[in-house]
């Protein structure tokens, strides 16, 4: 069945450090993927989203890019800030799926000051 | 544009009561979708319509709960004889029923069972 993969659960870092999450994808196809970011008290929200392989999603300073050979779609940030701290997940819409998403378990990131 | 919006915020019932948790979409969206939050089980997805009509209820589990779209403008959960292990943040999205459209999230209803 389709299955997303974030293996960091969580994630500490000072301020202008490098971001990296892990996402790995299993599904059928080409499917959209996505990262949405949570913060506390809120629901998910869109950060980026890529329809097509081998394209790069970015927002905010956050890329990612859709690696359909590794079935990969990591998550980096050059230089985090206190702000960024929240929860980010990976989802995926599968092709065949008009409908849901599925979601990774999600990656609490906090960034120290 | 107020968002998705659900009410109550936060939901506290007795073991074996009902609750009912309210969505509302935002205006012009055709897709209505609800998932559950977990710390264990993170995001997991119940069910979602489209132009209110039920199109995929496979993350629901088989008793006790239910979902209905009746208009446009709102859409229910209903939970009947809660149990301590269905308090979670339920969220409801919706999106415009398109394959490489958004689901924007309300706030969610905390539900605590006691």
């Known amino acids: 069945g389709d299955s997303v993969i974030q293996m960091q659960g969580q994630v500490t870092l000072s301020e202008n450090d490098f971001l990296f999450i892990n996402c790995t994808y299993s599904?059928?196809?080409?499917?959209?993927l996505f990262w949405y970011v949570q913060y506390s008290g809120e629901g998910p929200q869109l950060l980026l989203q890529?329809?097509?392989?081998?394209n790069k999603g970015s927002s905010r300073g956050f890329e990612a890019t859709y690696d359909k050979g590794t079935t990969s779609f990591h998550l980096q940030k050059t230089s985090v800030q206190e702000i960024d701290s929240a929860v980010y997940y990976c989802a995926m819409r599968a092709y065949t799926n008009t409908g849901k998403l599925t979601f990774g378990d999600g990656t609490v990131l906090t960034v120290k000051p | 544009n107020a968002g998705v919006i659900q009410t109550p915020r936060h939901k506290v019932t007795g073991k074996g009561q009902e609750a009912t948790l309210w969505c509302e979409p935002i205006?012009?969206?055709?897709?209505v979708f609800w998932y559950r939050q977990t710390i264990v089980q993170g995001l997991e997805f119940l069910t979602y319509f489209r132009n209110q009509a039920p199109i995929d209820d496979s993350g629901m589990p088989k008793e006790r709960f239910s979902a209905q779209m009746p208009n446009q403008s709102h859409s229910t959960l209903k939970i009947q004889s809660t149990q301590p292990q269905d308090s979670a943040v339920y969220l409801c999205?919706?999106?415009?029923?398109?394959?490489?459209?958004?689901?924007?999230f309300g706030a969610g209803t905390r539900l605590s069972v006691l």
């Open positions: 890529v329809t097509t392989a081998n």
């Open positions: 599904t059928t196809g080409y499917p959209t």
């Open positions: 205006s012009g969206h055709s897709a």
């Open positions: 999205a919706s999106s415009l029923a398109l394959r490489q459209n958004t689901l924007y």
